[in-house]
């Protein structure tokens, strides 16, 4: 579903990405960590063509993300992405913000959509908050409807970046409920995360970033079960977190 070959990214001079190359089969789960600044956002950015890369190729159901005839915007409605700040619309409703894009790019009607935002709200647990603004929401719950929202369009995969990082410690379990939830239904997946208990109970393979390079990527029993095969820096990175 997502392929990244030999992907490399500068910032003017500064290599941030560098030759990274990694899959991601439909319906898997694929955890990446690594240390702040390994360029996890960067790599998990360029799937979606929110940042351009100057090495390399990135397929995304065959479709070529770097192509200069690739169609971005058509692209990107068919992969959700769910970020750290939940980047929800302040001045609409919860159910508006479901339905915005569903209107707009799908073309749904908006008792259509309507429907589809009530029938996810509920899923998520919050068809009661239907109506109010996302300021009158708690972050889990932000980011709840950010993750309704995304699955709103049917995407083909789910895109997250450190999704449970700016919640408060109490309101990281009913986020991430919501995604193990996902991946057990066969979602494809791809989130970067610190949350290692998560990536035990989800992931099928855990990406390792360090200083913009996949130093591991393995599946997850090896990565977490035999960490006398792991590299160095993350056997040092998880001696930190777990
Ligand atoms: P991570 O998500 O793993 O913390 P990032 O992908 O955000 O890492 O960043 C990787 C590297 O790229 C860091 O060194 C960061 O400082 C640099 N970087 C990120 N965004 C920019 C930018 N817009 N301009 C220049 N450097 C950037
Ligand atoms: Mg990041």
Redesign the pocket.
């Known amino acids: 579903m997502i392929e990244i070959k030999h992907v490399s990214k500068w910032?003017?001079a500064?290599q941030?990405?560098d030759d990274c190359t990694t899959q991601v089969s439909n319906g898997e789960v694929v955890v990446v960590c690594?240390?702040?600044?390994?360029?996890?956002?960067?790599?998990?950015?360029t799937v979606n063509g929110l940042e351009p890369f100057q090495k390399g190729e990135i397929l995304v159901d065959g479709v070529s993300v770097g192509a200069p005839d690739t169609n971005l915007p058509k692209l990107r409605a068919r992969i959700g992405m769910v970020f750290q700040s939940f980047e929800l619309f302040p001045h609409l409703t919860v159910t508006q913000n479901l339905t915005l894009a569903q209107t707009k790019v799908l073309g749904r009607s908006q008792e259509e959509a309507a429907a589809r935002a009530g029938a996810l709200l509920e899923r998520v647990g919050l068809l009661a908050h239907k109506d109010k603004f996302p300021g009158q929401l708690s972050g889990g719950q932000q980011q709840r409807v950010a993750i309704a929202r995304a699955l709103a369009m049917d995407p083909i995969a789910m895109l997250f970046?450190?999704p449970t990082s700016a919640l408060d410690p109490e309101m990281v379990n009913e986020v991430l409920d919501v995604m193990v939830d996902l991946a057990r239904e066969g979602m494809t997946m791809m989130v970067?995360t610190h949350e290692m208990g998560f990536a035990r109970k989800v992931a099928d393979r855990v990406v390792f970033?360090d200083a913009?390079k996949i130093v591991e990527d393995c599946d997850s029993e090896a990565f977490f079960g035999r960490l006398e095969e792991r590299s160095p820096r993350a056997r040092q990175f998880l001696s930190k977190i777990l």
Do not use: R
């Open positions: 910032y003017g500064t941030v990405l690594g240390p702040s600044g390994s360029g996890k956002s960067t790599l998990i950015k970046d450190e970067v970033m913009g």
